[in-house]
T-cell receptor, first 115, second 108 residues
Framework: DTEVTQTPKHLVMGMTNKKSLKCEQHMGHRAMYWYKQKAKKPPELMFVYSYEKLSINESVPSRFSPECPNSSLLNLHLHALQPEDSALYLC??????????????FGPGTRLTVL | DAKTTQPPSMDCAEGRAANLPCNHSTISGNEYVYWYRQIHSQGPQYIIHGLKNNETNEMASLIITEDRKSSTLILPHATLRDTAVYYC?????????FGAGTRLFVKA
């Protein structure tokens, strides 16, 4: 299984809502990533988990809260988002974070709209 | 992280080779060059990577100059399904910074 799955595919939420995005992989990868992608822009790295520990937080606002409950699962908890947070949220995984060679496998993304 | 520079867009005729250039003049000794592509509304897809030698796989070839300051991704026989944004990335470890990429249009 060489797939990264993300749920839901689409999410619409109000600014006072709390929601979560889910990402799953069963490739035995020990590094997992969250990216944010605005329309017609490249993906921007948000968080990196390595061996279930947060390794990188790219100065992401606290209204985004990542969680890695086990090596196969990555969540992104959302609370009090702003309309400008509307974007495609991409999850990726790789064998090991921090190595020089590090091919990442991406999921299809969750398209988030904040009203 | 080394910065990459790519042309914003390129056209290619179907069946011809697509040659996508990338400049990475600040690359350091142990940084790899990666290529990903993103077809509209999908997640990026890994294509190929290299350090200093030329590489080939079932999708593409990667030519890296001897001084490693630039590289070229070659799609040998482009099809309409190769229309996508192609990202050249230089990174060490897990901090992947995407540049603006090249939007490749393959035309019939």
């Amino acid at each position: 299984d060489t797939e990264v799955t993300q749920t839901p595919k689409h999410l619409v939420m109000g600014m006072t809502n709390k929601k979560s995005l889910k990402c799953e992989q069963h490739m035995g990868h020990r590094a997992m990533y969250w990216y944010k992608q605005k329309a017609k822009k490249p993906p921007e790295l948000m968080f990196v988990y390595s061996y279930e520990k947060l390794s990188i937080n790219e100065s992401v606002p606290s209204r985004f809260s990542p969680e890695c409950p086990n090596s196969s699962l990555l969540n992104l908890h959302l609370h009090a988002l702003q309309p400008e947070d509307s974007a495609l949220y991409l999850c990726a995984s790789s064998q090991v974070a921090g190595r020089t060679y590090n091919e990442q496998f991406f999921g299809p993304g969750t398209r988030l709209t904040v009203l | 992280d080394a910065k990459t520079t790519q042309p914003p867009s390129m056209d290619c005729a179907e069946g011809r080779a697509a040659n996508l250039p990338c400049n990475h003049s600040t690359i350091s000794g142990n940084e790899y060059v990666y290529w990903y592509r993103q077809i509209h509304s999908q997640g990026p897809q890994y294509i190929i990577h290299g350090l200093k030698n030329n590489e080939t796989n079932e999708m593409a070839s990667l030519i890296i100059t001897e001084d490693r300051k630039s590289s070229t991704l070659i799609l040998p026989h482009a099809t309409l399904r190769d229309t996508a944004v192609y990202y050249c990335i230089v990174t060490r470890g897990f901090k992947t910074i995407f540049g603006a990429g090249t939007r490749l249009f393959v035309k019939a």
